[in-house]
Every structure is written in C-alpha cells, then in structure tokens.
C-alpha cells in the first residue's frame, strides 16, 4: 500500500504497510512483519453528501397594496436595480401588462400589474436602486 522511511535517533527505518483491516494494520519494517492493533479505529474519509431541505416559505409574489381610495401600490419583491420602465404617468394598463424590469442577483424579474388601472405615479428611475417592500408604481 504504502513506503515510509523513518529516521530515530539517527536509524533509519523503512516502513511498508501491507494492509488494513478494520483496526488492525499488517506492515513490515525493515523486512520484518508486524501486525499491529489500533486502540482506534481508523476513520474513512468519505466525500460529503449536501442534502437540503426544501423550502418551507411560500414564493411570494409581486405586493399590490389597495388603500381604501381605490389606490394600487406596486412595491418591490426583493432588492435590485430598476432595468427598465415600460410605463409613465397616465397610461392605461391591463391585468398582465408589463410595468417594469428589476435586476436582483443577476436576474431579470418583469414586474406585471395583477390588475387594471391607470398610472398615477411612477416613483423610480431607469438605474436607481430600490429595496424590498419600496412603492415603485403607483395606479388608480
């Protein structure tokens, strides 16, 4: 199996290991054999196996917040930079239509309106980073 060559007190050994079985290692030192018995037993390195447990929280999707006037806010689902903006004040918009690109984690997120409505307010910009939660659109 293996060669080792030891030096004590200016002696040199030559150590084979013939074999291992369990805790016991049959070698040979100098041509003579030994077997030799482990107080331990020797542990196997075995590669890891990354086990992940699945996700237990919901995806949540795009926060649309109605105010008693009838008001639609479109906040942020996560942080990220605003990629693009396909709306400006005004516009009438479909359930579906795309109001917006966001980039978070090296992703393209398009940000859809899960209702109709017209564009009241647009408070971001193409480049401006928004956090989670933040109102980028406004409709009515």
Do not use: C, H, W
């Amino acid at each position: 199996m293996k060669n080792f060559t030891f030096n004590i007190n200016e002696n040199s050994y030559s150590v084979r290991i013939v074999s291992q079985e369990n805790n016991t290692i049959n070698l040979e030192v100098n041509g003579t054999a030994y077997a030799v018995k482990m107080k331990e037993e020797v542990k196997t390195i075995k590669t890891p196996t990354l086990v992940r447990t699945p996700s237990k929280a919901a995806i949540e999707p795009v926060k649309i917040s109605s105010a008693s006037s009838g008001k639609i806010k479109v906040e942020a689902p996560i942080p990220g930079v605003i990629l693009g903006l396909n709306v400006k004040v005004g516009d009438t918009v479909k359930d579906g239509d795309l109001l917006l690109v966001l980039e978070a984690m090296k992703m393209e997120n398009n940000i859809t309106s899960e209702k109709a409505g017209v564009v009241t307010a647009v408070n971001v910009a193409v480049g401006q980073q928004v956090l989670q939660g933040e109102v980028m659109i406004e409709l009515e």
